[in-house]
C-alpha cells in the first residue's frame, strides 16, 4: 500500500534551519509529484511546495519563496524540504502528500502522519 513518512522535524531557534524527508513505499515514486503542506494548530492547512516527478518545476508558496527548498531522489524514493532562515510563524505540523500524477496541478491523494516543526528561542 502506499506510504509516506516524514522524519526530520523538531525544535528550532529562529534564523535555524532544518530538512524534512519524505520516505515513499507502495508505489512507482518516480511518477509521481510530490507536495509539502503545514498545518498549525487552530490554522487551515496550508500548501507550501510541489515538486514534479522528474524534478523539473518546482514551486513554492510566496511566505517560503527564497527560503525553503524542495528536492528529490528517486533512487532513494525519498522527498526532501531544506527550510532555512526559520520564523516561528513556520512552527507546524508539516506533510508530504503524493500528487495524482507527475505534475503540480495542485490535487493530492495519500498523506504522510506529519512531522512537527517548532520555531521558538
Known amino acids: 500500500q502506499v506510504q509516506l513518512v516524514e522524519s526530520g522535524g523538531g525544535l528550532v531557534q529562529p534564523g535555524g534551519s532544518l530538512t524534512l524527508s519524505c520516505a515513499a513505499s507502495g508505489f512507482a515514486f518516480d511518477h509521481y509529484a510530490i507536495g509539502w503542506f503545514r498545518q498549525a494548530p487552530g490554522n487551515t492547512r496550508e500548501w507550501v511546495s510541489c515538486i514534479t516527478s522528474g524534478s523539473s518545476d518546482i514551486r513554492y508558496t510566496q511566505s517560503v519563496k527564497g527560503r525553503f527548498t524542495a528536492s528529490r531522489d528517486n533512487a532513494k524514493n525519498t522527498a526532501y524540504l531544506r527550510m532555512n532562515s526559520l520564523k516561528p510563524e513556520d512552527s507546524a505540523n508539516y506533510y508530504c502528500?503524493?500528487?495524482?500524477?507527475?505534475?503540480?496541478?495542485?490535487?493530492?491523494?495519500?498523506w504522510g502522519q506529519g512531522t512537527p516543526v517548532t520555531v521558538s528561542s
Open positions: 502528500v503524493r500528487g495524482q500524477n507527475s505534475y503540480c496541478n495542485a490535487k493530492y491523494d495519500f
